[in-house]
Each structure stands twice: as structure tokens, then as C-alpha cells.
């Protein structure tokens, strides 16, 4: 595993964003781990995770895109931090844009985008924090698509939860895939989130226990993507 993929892990722990236990998810289920992305909040916090987001952008799709958008509401701070990153990491200029779920009907920047514009022809990577069902990209790669001719080069989430999607087969991230012919990446997977914290310590406690190691198995026994 790549160091900046193991330092990311811990950092979502160490954050907050991601924790263990049981929580109900907006499906209904029942799952032994949550993620979070709006626990984020501090100037530290936001540059470390635009680096992350940045490099896996690099190692993933390349840096021959124009635009990083990321959908309301959690992709804004996204797209911006990244945007930062791939500047600092890898002196490469990108635009971002954002849509609001809101259309603003006055200002020079009426409509519903915020950020930069589009144009025919940009080459886009889009960000979002975890993608379980498709919803936002479903709402927004419309609003993509309406506003230019654009290409979107991918998506890159931070954590690939690898359980079946809506139609309870593969995961969502490989459903956005096959629906919309653009790739889909993770910076880590939850494969790689048990590899590096089972029965490992983070600040002194042990992140992934038996029990929790026993409950994550038997919640991918039930939701696991057969792929």
C-alpha cells in the first residue's frame, strides 16, 4: 500500500470522519462503520486532505484535466482544497466549480454554478467524499452536461465502501461507471482501511478490534459487491 494511502487512513481517524461502531445508514442498513466528511473543519485538516485527494487524482486519471467540480454540498470545500493541492504538489493550474443546490436569479453570477465557468471541451474531474448510491452525481452530471459540452474524466472519492449499490450486484462506484462511461477511483478502499488498522493503534487505542473486524466481515457476508 502506498505510504500516502496508510498516513490518509489514520488521518481519517484521527479526524473523526471515520468511526466504528454500528450506525443506521440513509439505506436502512445496519453498518459497523461510518464516514463523515463534514468533520473536517480545521485549516490543517483541509490542506492534508486536498494532498490526498490531489495525489490520488495523479495516480489514478493524470493531470491532463482543465476543471475539478465537486456537487453540492460537500464536494465545494472538495473541489476547492484539491484544486489548491494539485497547484502546490504539482504546479498544475485547474479551475473548480461547484453547483448550488439553490439557482441564484441575480448577481453577475446568477444560475447554478459557483466557481469558474465551463466551456465546450473541459476536460473535468469530479470529487466527491463517499458514494453509496449514485444520487448527487445522478442530480449533478446533468447540470455538468448542461451547462457545456464537457468531459468528465472521472470521479475520485475518498473511500470506496465496496458494498452492492441500488442494484445489489456491484458497488455504486462501479454503477456511476457503467451508467456514465467515465472511471471511478477511491483514494483507499475499506480492504485497505481493515488491512492497515486491524488490530492496529491509532493515538493509543485499537481502531479495528475482533469484534469490529467480526462485524465488518459479517456485514459485507450480507452487502458485499460480487465483483
Known amino acids: 500500500m502506498e505510504q500516502y494511502k496508510e498516513e490518509f487512513i489514520h488521518f481519517m481517524v484521527?479526524?473523526?470522519?471515520?468511526?466504528?461502531?454500528?450506525?443506521?445508514?440513509?439505506?436502512?442498513?445496519?453498518?459497523?462503520?461510518?464516514?463523515?466528511?463534514?468533520?473536517?473543519?480545521t485549516g490543517e485538516q483541509l490542506h492534508r486532505l486536498g494532498k490526498y485527494y490531489a495525489q490520488a487524482i495523479?495516480?489514478?486519471?493524470?493531470?491532463?484535466?482543465?476543471?475539478?467540480?465537486?456537487?453540492?454540498?460537500?464536494?465545494?470545500?472538495?473541489?476547492v482544497v484539491t484544486a489548491i493541492a494539485l497547484q502546490e504538489l504539482y504546479g498544475k493550474e485547474v479551475r473548480y466549480c461547484?453547483?448550488?443546490?439553490?439557482?441564484?436569479?441575480h448577481g453577475a453570477d446568477?444560475?447554478?454554478?459557483?466557481?469558474?465557468?465551463?466551456?465546450?471541451?473541459?476536460r473535468?474531474?469530479?470529487?466527491?467524499?463517499?458514494t453509496t448510491s449514485g444520487k448527487s452525481i445522478d442530480e449533478?452530471?446533468?447540470?455538468?452536461?448542461g451547462a457545456a459540452d464537457v468531459d468528465v474524466k472521472g470521479l475520485i472519492v475518498s473511500l470506496n465502501r465496496m458494498?452492492?449499490?441500488?442494484?445489489?450486484?456491484?458497488?455504486?462506484?462501479?454503477?456511476?461507471q457503467e451508467k456514465y462511461g467515465f472511471p471511478v477511483a477511491s483514494i483507499v478502499s475499506m480492504a485497505e482501511v481493515v488491512e492497515c488498522l486491524y488490530n492496529k493503534e491509532v493515538e493509543g487505542e485499537v481502531v479495528i478490534s475482533d469484534d469490529i473486524k467480526?462485524?465488518?466481515?459479517?456485514?459485507y457476508e450480507q452487502y458485499g459487491a460480487k465483483e
Open 214 to 219: 467480526a462485524a465488518i466481515d459479517k456485514y
Open 98 to 105: 461547484c453547483n448550488r443546490k439553490e439557482v441564484k436569479d
Open 124 to 130: 473535468v474531474i469530479m470529487v466527491e467524499d463517499v
Open 14 to 41: 484521527e479526524s473523526h470522519v471515520l468511526k466504528f461502531g454500528s450506525f443506521t445508514l440513509k439505506s436502512g442498513r445496519q453498518s459497523p462503520f461510518f464516514m463523515n466528511a463534514g468533520a473536517y473543519v
Open 140 to 145: 449533478t452530471y446533468p447540470i455538468l452536461k
Open 110 to 122: 446568477k444560475g447554478n454554478l459557483l466557481g469558474a465557468d465551463l466551456h465546450d471541451g473541459d
Open 163 to 176: 458494498e452492492v449499490g441500488k442494484g445489489g450486484v456491484v458497488t455504486a462506484q462501479k454503477e456511476v
Open 58 to 79: 495523479h495516480d489514478n486519471f493524470g493531470l491532463d484535466f482543465d476543471v475539478v467540480f465537486g456537487p453540492a454540498y460537500k464536494g465545494i470545500p472538495l473541489a
